[in-house]
């Protein structure tokens, strides 16, 4: 029963790894989800992001606020060992649908309960997405250059991190169900803005320790050098990590500037840190002199971590991507062959598998309804009617 | 056996719900993760960083790399769930302690490897950090603003990813054994740039369907508008997400705009997204005349999500951070009081807890020499001879 991003991804995961997910939609509308980031015009229901994370699901349509689709969502909850909304705090409680009603049909029941800032707290009620956690939580301010204003990281890491989140909370209880062997569920109470908290690492130390406000660094990372995106003589951009005293011997014999390395003023990491405004241009001139593929090879022969930053053409042409099968395709009825993200994490006795295209709307209606709850086709038409499902 | 990010952090959590967990150091070596960002004078044991996520751990001090130390280190293997390790891909092989012996040692082992870039392909033997990482993963390339070079997320997006990534891992390879009963172990092979994958959301099925190469577009989303950061007339930086229909609606009003609400430009989200050029514009005059203030209780009003740009100190003191206890603090031996995350996820029945301090430099070897394995004080000082711990 979750939309958006943080669910869908959390429940893609599970399902790679056998979990049977039905989805739930809302009759009559098309969910946000299936229609992210624009229609196809092929068809209405399958947005590029709906298909991303839809892949190996079950739909069935189900409006919980009508007297039978609450008593539905009850018998399936009696069936299912997870679920997963991301209502606004207090809503499933609102349709008579909270944890009490929840553990009462299935005390085994996990329920993974998704928001913006979390159930409980002044700010519960708050509409929160994504890049709104990302500002909360401290992320976006130490994003982007000094001296601009701060960025957005480009990717959803709230919605990200809360799925990873939300999938662990989910493991834990279910295996919490087997090492004890006690059928007691729980609720897991995921927040967008907390999933990103850990992130900041050691600014809340800093803070608390010396007062010390992090602030945003651009590409260098604080108090480490030489360090960040340097340009190259074919107008890309080359991250590049020399700040260890091994990458940085490493790197001064790339640069042939064996001189750089018994300087004083860049002995060590945090020398070179003091003295970082002088030693970046050293380096920035030096890969501006270069293309890619030159300083790749010398800097991957003396041990210095190092890449190039890719958009997503590249990326998904790499050999190394492509060797370690890092996307595969799915036979879309619609769209033809789209790639998926291949399961994740990587383990080599139960490695999981990616299902077949997402379901359309209220496609497996038949089978959840009839085949798991034994409802007759007569049932399914007062429903229907009811607007139940 | 996780120096750095990825691996403290995934075995703090994993810490919190009540593993044993161990670090390993090298003995006669201060580990990155100690110094990390910096030396504290107090203490060359003790970083900000090592204090963020070695609480409730033990450490020991081994060195693999002798006989004496790889016997050790089997035998503690043989009296745990879990190994996690985060060297270059073949460095446990080449010590003899590849997945062959490890599994001799313990069958029902779980052995999570963190790596750049995978135990696997062309380029597993490279060395990679997060930034890195980022730029290969493709998540730097859609960081910053159109007009600029890309700018890396400011928080350690893969090493995070990997982290939680990893803890999935285990867990699902724990799961399958308690599930199935059967005393299997295996081995998840995480890499930092595949952790950020899936966080590039359908970019790749954008490219294989349109060509389209998804590029940086600053604050803005992709397709959605209007929102992104405004300034606000105390110079501050308000995240403000109104383009679905609902909360657009709420920001005429807010505005006092009902004029714009009607308005053909505006009507839909597509069509205020082909005219963000012009909408844009007029939200960021009127979020220049308010202060924060006045814009968090309009937008709350009116259903806008919402939120100003907050940095370690708003956050650290915002009032829904502090009932939700977002940061709990531990009573540190050389530093006093210092906060650290508060566990999550956040089950309502097993919700784990912070353990004390991080431990000294080799604090437990004793306790895990003696009591755990049964080796005498002599036992420890051959191996203290020897260098083996």
């Known amino acids: 029963m979750a939309d958006w991003i943080a669910g869908p991804f959390a429940t893609s995961v599970l399902g790679d790894f056998g979990a049977e997910v039905v989805r739930i939609d809302l009759p009559g509308t098309v969910a946000n989800t299936r229609v992210l980031h624009g229609l196809e015009p092929a068809d209405p229901e399958r947005s590029p992001f709906f298909a991303t994370f839809a892949h190996g699901k079950k739909s069935i349509t189900l409006d919980v606020r009508t007297s039978e689709g609450r008593s539905l969502l009850l018998q399936l909850v009696a069936k299912s060992h997870v679920l997963v909304e991301a209502f606004r705090p207090g809503t499933l409680e609102a349709w008579g649908l909270g944890w009490d009603e929840l553990e009462k049909a299935n005390p085994a029941l996990v329920l993974l309960r998704i928001s913006g800032y979390g159930q409980t707290g ?21 994003t982007g250059y000094p001296d ?16 990873l989140w939300g999938i662990a909370g989910v493991l834990l209880a279910l295996f919490d169900m087997k090492n004890t062997g006690e059928p007691r569920g729980q609720v897991i109470d995921q927040s967008l803005y907390e999933a990103v908290l850990p992130m900041l690492c050691e600014a809340p130390v800093r803070f608390k320790r010396h007062g010390e406000v992090v602030e ?39 640069m042939e500037r064996p001189d750089l390395l018994v300087d004083e003023r860049f002995i060590t990491n945090v020398r070179r840190d003091e003295n970082s405004e002088l030693l970046m241009p050293i380096v920035a001139d030096w890969t501006r002199g270069k293309t890619v593929e030159e300083l790749d090879q010398l800097l991957l022969s003396e041990g210095v971590p190092a890449a190039v930053v890719q958009n ?9 991507v492509i060797d370690r099968e890092d996307f595969v395709y799915i036979e879309d009825p ?50 229907r009617t009811a607007g139940a499902i």
Do not use: K
């Open 216 to 254: 945003r660094y651009g590409n260098q990372v604080r108090g480490v050098a030489p360090g960040g995106l340097f340009e190259t003589a074919d107008g890309r951009w080359m991250q590049i990590s020399g700040s260890g005293d091994v990458a940085w011997a490493g790197l001064t014999r790339a």
């Open 334 to 383: 619609i769209f033809g062959s789209l790639p998926a993200y291949n399961v994740q994490p990587r383990l080599n006795r139960t490695p999981g598998h990616i299902g077949g295209p997402g379901p359309r709307l209220g496609e497996h209606n038949r089978e959840i309804y009839q085949e798991l709850l034994g409802l007759s086709e007569a049932d399914l038409e007062v429903l």
């Open 122 to 142: 002044p700010w519960s009620q708050r509409p929160g997405f994504d890049r709104v956690a990302q500002a909360f939580a401290g992320v976006t301010s130490v």
């Open 148 to 163: 601009q204003p701060p960025v957005r990281p480009g990717v959803g890491v709230a919605d990200y991190g809360a799925g």
């Open 312 to 320: 997503i053409e590249d990326l998904m042409t790499h050999p190394h």
